[in-house]
């Protein structure tokens, strides 16, 4: 295996993946983005601001819980769970949310934008917008908004403008173009506070660093209850940011699998799935290049997933990379074993999982009992299921 790099390069490169593929109106906004973070990142003023609020306003550190039920049952190895679910506003999207929007005010920028899907990283957005008393305004694709009605109320409690997309699938690749088109036209007083470890350069460095919280406190956690490093961490993969999030601060420690879980959906055909390492070719999309889910012409296939937060179809450029390199593995699970195992959580520990994160603890479930007992296993909950148990309870009766 190559050395391997945790920084990308000037242009944001991992390898042949990355990049900054955006129109020429936006790079100037990127590279003012790029060098402020790099004064940011070496600030330590910055970083005590960011841990005060991570600590206080979040909830950080979230728990390493033992899942002793849930390890008994699929008698393999020890299971734990990094608790991103008990996070303000319900999953890890506030990391990076609270990261960007300090960001913003020290570029003395006071209009938020951002794009949502299933409307997660529209209310953390609209949340901290709120906090810091910012102007803001969410892009949401009108077939998104009409699912996800009670999310898009949430965001205007806090104060933030919905603004429905109402160009081609209307979901959530349409509201990342619109995000984009009103940033290229308010570039000097908004900042746009992308929800991924996606897009255009310095965005995929910049919000894996954000949600690489994640992975340290969980180093430290496991070492202080184990006295050493577990044998595999499990974390499902949308736009990749909660799986980056944990995965980084382990990469140097080779003997600790990594892997990450994409969406099978109704399984790997065109339009069924949103799995890019399983269907997906090298490609270009909303900035950056990367695995993407398109026909032999380029265009973006559909994509399917019962969770709305793993149905994109392109993932974040590191991964691509991590992928070559051979240092991430990465398989998918079906809408069938996500809903499963979100059924599984509920029940054997009384916790109710994200869909996402129900793709992480799918894949666990067939892992751990092929391994030993005194393997450890960590799942990255990134997220509770409170938003999906209506939508579940029209797919099973009970
Ligand atoms: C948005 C979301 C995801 C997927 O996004 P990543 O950037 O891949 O982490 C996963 N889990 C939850 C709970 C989410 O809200």
């Given at each position: 295996?190559?050395?391997?790099?945790?920084?990308p390069?000037?242009?944001?490169?991992?390898g042949?993946?990355?990049?900054?593929?955006?129109?020429?109106?936006l790079?100037?906004?990127?590279?003012?983005?790029?060098?402020?973070?790099?004064?940011?990142?070496?600030?330590s003023k910055?970083?005590?601001?960011?841990?005060?609020?991570?600590?206080?306003?979040?909830?950080?550190?979230?728990?390493?819980y033992f899942?002793?039920?849930?390890?008994?049952?699929?008698?393999?190895?020890?299971?734990?769970?990094?608790?991103e679910?008990?996070?303000h506003?319900?999953?890890?999207?506030?990391?990076?949310?609270?990261?960007?929007v300090?960001?913003?005010?020290?570029?003395?920028?006071?209009?938020?934008?951002?794009?949502?899907?299933?409307?997660q990283?529209?209310?953390?957005?609209?949340?901290?917008?709120?906090?810091?008393?910012m102007?803001?305004?969410?892009?949401?694709?009108?077939?998104?908004?009409?699912?996800q009605a009670l999310n898009?109320y949430?965001?205007?409690?806090l104060?933030?403008?919905?603004?429905g997309?109402s160009?081609?699938?209307?979901?959530?690749?349409?509201?990342?173009?619109?995000a984009?088109r009103?940033?290229?036209?308010?570039v000097?007083?908004?900042?746009?506070?992308?929800?991924?470890?996606l897009?255009?350069?310095?965005?995929?460095?910049?919000?894996?660093?954000?949600?690489?919280c994640?992975?340290?406190?969980?180093?430290?956690?496991?070492?202080?209850k184990e006295?050493?490093?577990?044998?595999a961490?499990?974390a499902?993969?949308?736009?990749g940011?909660?799986?980056?999030?944990?995965f980084?601060p382990?990469?140097?420690d080779?003997k600790?699998?990594?892997?990450?879980?994409e969406?099978?959906g109704?399984?790997?055909?065109p339009g069924?799935?949103?799995?890019?390492?399983?269907?997906?070719?090298?490609?270009?999309l909303?900035?950056?290049?990367?695995?993407?889910?398109?026909?032999?012409d380029?265009?973006i296939?559909?994509?399917?997933?019962?969770?709305?937060?793993?149905d994109?179809?392109?993932v974040?450029?590191?991964?691509?990379w991590?992928?070559?390199?051979?240092?991430?593995?990465?398989?998918?699970?079906?809408?069938?074993?996500a809903?499963?195992?979100?059924?599984?959580?509920?029940?054997?520990?009384?916790?109710?999982?994200a869909?996402?994160?129900?793709?992480?603890?799918?894949?666990?479930?067939?892992?751990?009992?092929?391994m030993?007992?005194?393997?450890?296993v960590?799942?990255?909950?990134s997220?509770?299921?409170?938003?999906?148990?209506?939508?579940?309870a029209?797919?099973v009766?009970?």
């Open positions: 295996m190559q050395k391997l790099k945790s920084q390069d000037k242009q944001g490169h991992f042949p993946y990355g990049g900054m593929f955006v129109p020429e109106t790079m100037s906004a990127l590279q003012e983005l790029t060098a402020e973070y790099d004064r940011a990142r070496k600030d910055f970083k005590r601001e960011l841990d005060y609020y991570l600590r206080e306003y979040a909830g950080r550190p979230t728990r390493l899942a002793e039920r849930l390890t008994r049952e699929l008698g393999g190895a020890k299971i734990y769970l990094k608790r679910d008990m996070l506003t319900g999953a890890h999207k506030i990391n990076n949310c609270l990261g960007q300090l960001l913003a005010r020290r570029l003395g920028k006071r209009r938020i934008i951002a794009e949502t899907g299933a409307g990283h529209g209310v953390a957005t609209a949340t901290v917008a709120a906090m810091f008393g102007e803001c305004v969410i892009y949401m694709g009108e077939v998104d908004m009409a699912r898009v949430r965001m205007r409690l104060g933030s403008k919905v603004v997309v160009a081609g699938q209307r979901t959530l690749k349409e509201a990342i173009s619109e984009m009103d940033w290229t036209t308010n000097r007083t908004t900042h746009y506070i992308l929800g991924s470890a897009g255009s350069h310095p965005y995929p460095m910049m919000v894996r660093d954000f949600q690489s994640i992975g340290r406190e969980a180093r430290r956690q496991i070492l202080a006295g050493r490093l577990p044998d961490i499990v499902c993969v949308g736009g940011s909660n799986s980056i999030g944990i980084h382990f990469l140097a080779k600790v699998q990594l892997i990450g879980v969406a099978g109704r399984g790997i055909r069924d799935h949103a799995a890019r390492f399983a269907g997906g070719s090298l490609g270009v909303q900035g950056t290049r990367t695995y993407v889910l398109q026909n032999t380029g265009q296939e559909l994509t399917h997933s019962v969770s709305a937060g793993l994109y179809a392109a974040g450029p590191e991964h691509a991590l992928r070559d390199l051979k240092r991430i593995e990465y398989t998918y699970a079906t809408d069938d074993e809903l499963r195992a979100f059924r599984f959580l509920a029940e054997k520990e009384g916790i109710i999982p869909l996402e994160s129900a793709h992480a603890v799918a894949h666990t479930m067939k892992l751990a009992p092929k030993k007992k005194r393997q450890i960590i799942i990255n909950l997220g509770r299921g409170d938003k999906d148990v209506q939508q579940v029209e797919i009766k009970l």
